[in-house]
Nanobody, 121 residues
Framework: QVQLVEFGGGLVQAGGSLTLSCAASGSIFRFNAMGWYRQAPGKQRELVAAITSDGDTNYADSVKGRFTISSANAKNTMYLQMNNLKPEDTAVYYC???????????????WGQGTQVTVSS
């Protein structure tokens, strides 16, 4: 069973920076892609950034140029460097990993428990 654990959330002033980490219970080579999602109160969960096993990345327009997603395969960890944070970035941030399952014949999603990021104005 895959476990994903997020670290690094907290309270920061607008313009500040935070780095989120997502530690996987095993090798992240197994995943087709990993990503960060966020959910603000009263809003749907949205994709923030994703990285494929080939290293390709994509970002939500709202975070382009401010956030950077990366992974350290040797550490089984994914990161999200967040700079120039804005109050609208306030949300619970979730780590996601996608893996092909031969058992069910489709991709399977795994989720972390989430970490709160609060940006004060």
């Amino acid at each position: 069973q895959v476990q994903l654990v997020e670290f690094g959330g907290g309270l920061v002033q607008a313009g500040g920076s935070l780095t989120l980490s997502c530690a996987a219970s095993g090798s992240i080579f197994r995943f087709n892609a990993m990503g960060w999602y966020r959910q603000a109160p009263g809003k749907q969960r949205e994709l923030v950034a994703a990285i494929t096993s080939d290293g390709d990345t994509n970002y939500a327009d709202s975070v382009k140029g401010r956030f950077t997603i990366s992974s350290a395969n040797a550490k089984n960890t994914m990161y999200l460097q967040m700079n120039n944070l804005k109050p609208e970035d306030t949300a619970v941030y979730y780590c996601n990993a996608v893996e092909w399952s031969d058992v069910v014949g489709r991709e399977v999603d795994y989720w972390g428990q989430g970490t709160q990021v609060t940006v004060s104005s």
